[in-house]
């Protein structure tokens, strides 16, 4: 509910400014985020203890912005983009075998289970940025190349849901041959950290080619600075890491 009121008041200071706006611009982009962090981090458990990859969530951007001009070289933007990825993977070393009506994980080092053990990341990013454009040969040029930055508000939730090994639960069992196994409760869970909102830092440069009085064709690459702070669902982890780098393509038209 937060994020749907956040993101309705963005929308609607923007309406006011379609009178002064001097540019609106549709774009469609790939989305690569650093997923940095250390030992703590929610990212680096995912990727060690799962079959995810850092390249598993890349994925498409959407977004729009609009842009008013202080002066031949230098511009007001503001800009709105959307992020959504979900990814579903399996543990790495484990897998489950039933034990009185119970789930428990074992090592595939020492057997091999009877079900693998899976559940879904969810990550979701909405950028809400103001930005100062630099154009140092103008608007009025066969090519038109840009620099910028600027600050962000950043709405984002994150949900993990299926089943989680509980490494704090774990019991002795014996195998067919008496050897003793170690087993780790598996539990079923749906967590997620949602409507959060934080506040970080982008830099951006692109160039843009006029394909008309009115319109032009923009590629641009773009970087974020943004952390999350848990607050719920997965308190103890370090702050999550929404950075990462943007490469996007679109049209804008000139007013």
Known sequence: ?????????ALILLVPSLS???TFSLRLGYYFPAAKGGPDSLWDIEFQQMSFTKADFRGTILGFSYEHFLSKNLSL?????TYNKKKAGL??????????NEDWAFSLDDIEGDFNIAHSFNVSLTPIEASLKFLPL?????????VGGGAGMYLWRVNIRGSIINFDVADVFLDADDNELIGYLVEFADLEERNRISFGYHVFGGIMYPIGNRLTL???FRYRAVKG???DAFLGFEDFDLGGYTATVGFNYWF
């Open 91 to 100: 543990y790495n070393d484990y897998s489950g075998i039933t034990v009185d």
């Open 218 to 220: 923009e590629a641009e």
């Open 229 to 231: 702070k848990f607050e």
């Open 138 to 146: 103008g608007r009025r040029t066969q090519l038109i190349p840009y």
């Open 77 to 81: 933007a503001l800009t709105v983009d």
């Open 1 to 9: 509910m937060k994020k749907t009121f956040v993101l309705a008041a």
């Open 20 to 22: 002064l706006a001097d």
